[in-house]
């Protein structure tokens, strides 16, 4: 077990463990939705800097999982699009990332996914299938928000359902995305001194918890109406940055 959780009150451990259960299950049945719930609700009570951490080694773990499921609706000029995008973003994040003060970064992630569940909520939809560069300048905003809040998945999924992408395709795009994003994070955090053997620890000890939920949340995604899960995924990510706004605005 590692010494951080040790000293964590066990209020605090309640919430990162909600946290973790409830961002598992998204991820199993939407394929996205982990790093925002994770990040969002970690950040309420622990270091950003951390949360981010131990996410992107978890979406790792989740993507390898759900590989061999979505494989054959990958659409794989999207993902590369994407990732030519995200690459140059992330160079970006990251240094926002080591500079910017916790405080200032928890309010600004907040919002950032107050705004972005607003617009998934509200059904926002593109006037037009977007083209490759329309593509490629989304992964760049996406490997911003990756870099600075570990949250890179959220652009991408506001952009592919208002592309008008099936669920089954979202779903299959985003968990090819998130591995070869994670993958690349991975190694741009730890040259940054952000993830470190105490993050690959946590980790390990989340992954049971991040495995059940995963299964659970894609039983519930063959048997269930994709629109119930995700108002309530949506519902769930508006409460959480509500929470940390008002939890900022008050320190």
Not at 9 to 33: E, H, K
Not at 65 to 82: T, Y
Not at 158 to 170: N, V
Not at 178 to 188: E, I, P, Q, S, Y
């Amino acid at each position: 077990m590692p010494l951080f959780f040790s000293t964590l009150s066990p209020f605090t451990l309640c919430v990162m463990l909600g946290g973790l259960i409830l961002g598992s299950l998204a991820r199993g049945y939407s394929g996205f939705g982990f790093s925002a719930v994770l990040v969002s609700s970690w950040s309420l009570v622990t270091d950003p800097g951390k949360a981010i951490a131990v996410t992107v080694l978890l979406e790792i773990a989740a993507s390898v999982i759900q590989a061999f499921s979505v494989w054959k609706d990958i659409p794989w000029k999207r993902v590369l699009l994407l990732m030519g995008g995200a690459i140059p973003g992330m160079v970006l994040g990251v240094r926002v990332l080591t500079s910017v003060p916790v405080d200032t970064l928890k309010l600004g992630l907040s919002i950032f996914v107050l705004v972005a569940a607003l617009l998934l909520f509200q059904g926002w939809k593109l006037k037009a299938r977007a083209n490759d560069k329309g593509t490629f300048a989304v992964g760049i905003v996406s490997g911003i928000t990756n870099g600075a809040v570990g949250m890179g998945g959220l652009p991408v999924a506001l952009f592919l359902t208002a592309d008008g992408d099936s669920p089954t395709k979202i779903r299959a795009a985003v968990t090819a995305y998130f591995f070869l994003l994670d993958m690349v994070g991975l190694v741009m955090f730890s040259q940054a001194g952000i993830v470190s053997t105490e993050s690959f620890s946590m980790a390990l000890v989340a992954f049971p918890v991040l495995v059940i939920g995963m299964v659970l949340g894609t039983r519930h995604f063959l048997g269930a109406t994709p629109a119930g899960f995700r108002r309530v995924t949506l519902f769930m990510l508006m409460g959480i940055a509500l929470a940390g706004i008002v939890r900022s605005l008050l320190a």
